[in-house]
């Protein structure tokens, strides 16, 4: 799943609770996180899986129950949680302290 089909999922999730800073919040989240993706650690996530929490996430709010989009909410946050916690190892192949 491309990064924009993932921001847009989670845009239009938080819109429906009409708060405004919630939103710019989450905006200003997401354009954090790309600007230091790079810099983190490779977490691949298949995007059947994404997909799959997509669905669960949705359906948990339709459904009116908290406690089960909360769990699927934290459950897909588990991958930027696990880049977050871990910065990429830096390639020194090229560093001067080598010399």
Not at 17 to 39: I, M, Y
Request: charge should be positive.
């Amino acid at each position: 799943m491309r990064a924009e089909t993932d921001r847009a999922f989670h845009a239009a999730l938080y819109r429906g609770l009409g708060n405004l800073l919630l939103g710019e919040v989450l905006e200003a989240f997401w354009d954090a996180f790309h600007k230091v993706r790079t810099d983190l650690v490779d977490v691949p996530q298949d995007p059947r899986v994404t997909c799959r929490q997509h669905r669960e996430i949705l359906e948990a709010v339709r459904s009116g129950d908290a406690l089960r989009a909360e769990r699927a909410i934290r459950e897909h946050f588990g991958n930027i949680r696990t880049r977050l916690g871990s910065p990429a190892p830096r390639d020194t192949s090229n560093s001067s302290f080598d010399r």
